[in-house]
């Protein structure tokens, strides 16, 4: 496969403060790449820079073009959805509010009607819930609310920051199944930030571990879910 994002010797910081340094991934085309680590790590930066939100030096190609140094609207133009930590939906509008918001970049204003009916499709409770506030869903139909509204862009690439983050386990497994759906039924490739381990590996393809700011092992998901030091240090056995 090729690979869909690249990102070389890239580092990021906040004013004098360097969050990441000389980082090196990718994310193959149709693939789920997921990064782990502990807080602190540098993982939700990783996100950001990809994003154009933060200061960065090095290089990050999506479909062969570089990214870095535009400004945050033309990346997303690009086919580039991002769910942040804290899910981000807007509380004062509804829920159908939100999803147009989500399309209203896109072009091919003809084809929003049929992002309606699939993200409905996967996410049935929001259509229940589509006049109702944002800030009046429960934790879960939030973070599906803000993975839908990442879906109305038509990306083809889903960076996601802790989509289990505060979720019942339930909730969570139903979450990660459907992100699995989108992927093999879309081909949408996706970069998650992911604390539960178990959870991250069991979905990606392929995994990083992330370390005050550098990249200190990768490899297939099976093969790091196998690494000793991982298990210990993040799956808990």
Same mark, same amino acid.
């Given at each position: ?8 010797g ?16 990718r994310v193959?085309e149709g693939?789920i790449t ?5 807080n602190?790590?540098?993982k ?9 939100m933060v200061k ?7 479909a062969?073009?570089? @990214?870095?140094g535009?400004?945050?609207e033309?990346?997303?133009? %690009?086919?580039i959805g991002?769910v942040?930590?804290?899910?981000g939906?807007?509380v ?14 896109r072009?091919e204003?003809?084809k ?10 996967y996410f049935?409770?929001?259509?229940? !819930?589509?006049?109702q ?9 939030q ?8 879906l109305m862009l038509?990306?083809?690439? %889903?960076?996601?920051?802790e989509p289990s983050?505060g979720?019942?386990p @339930?909730?969570?497994?139903e979450i990660?199944? @459907? ?5 093999q039924?879309?081909g949408v490739?996706? %970069?998650?930030?992911e604390?539960n ?6 979905l990606?393809?392929h995994?990083?571990?992330l370390?005050?700011?550098r990249i200190v ?7 790091i !879910?196998?690494d000793?030091a991982?298990r210990?240090s993040?799956i808990?056995?």
């Amino acid at each position: 496969m090729s690979a869909l994002l690249q990102i070389s010797g890239l580092e990021a910081q906040y004013g004098l403060t360097k969050v990441l340094h000389g980082v090196d991934c990718r994310v193959e085309e149709g693939g789920i790449t997921t990064i782990l680590g502990a807080n602190g790590a540098g993982k939700t930066t990783l996100l950001r820079a990809v994003c154009g939100m933060v200061k960065t030096s090095g290089s990050i190609l999506y479909a062969g073009q570089r @990214i870095d140094g535009k400004a945050t609207e033309d990346i997303v133009r %690009l086919g580039i959805g991002h769910v942040p930590e804290g899910r981000g939906t807007f509380v004062a509008l509804t829920v159908e509010e939100n999803l147009r918001l989500g399309a209203y970049t896109r072009k091919e204003k003809n084809k929003v009607a049929q992002d309606y009916e699939r993200v409905h499709r996967y996410f049935p409770v929001l259509l229940q !819930r589509r006049q109702q506030q944002a800030g009046t869903l429960s934790g879960g139909e939030q973070q599906m609310l803000a993975i839908a509204r990442a879906l109305m862009l038509g990306p083809k690439l %889903l960076l996601l920051d802790e989509p289990s983050f505060g979720l019942a386990p @339930i909730v969570v497994l139903e979450i990660f199944e @459907i992100m699995r759906t989108v992927n093999q039924e879309e081909g949408v490739s996706m %970069l998650v930030v992911e604390q539960n381990a178990s959870l991250a590996l069991n979905l990606a393809d392929h995994a990083y571990v992330l370390e005050t700011g550098r990249i200190v092992l990768d490899g297939p998901a099976e093969e790091i !879910r196998g690494d000793d030091a991982v298990r210990r240090s993040y799956i808990g056995y």
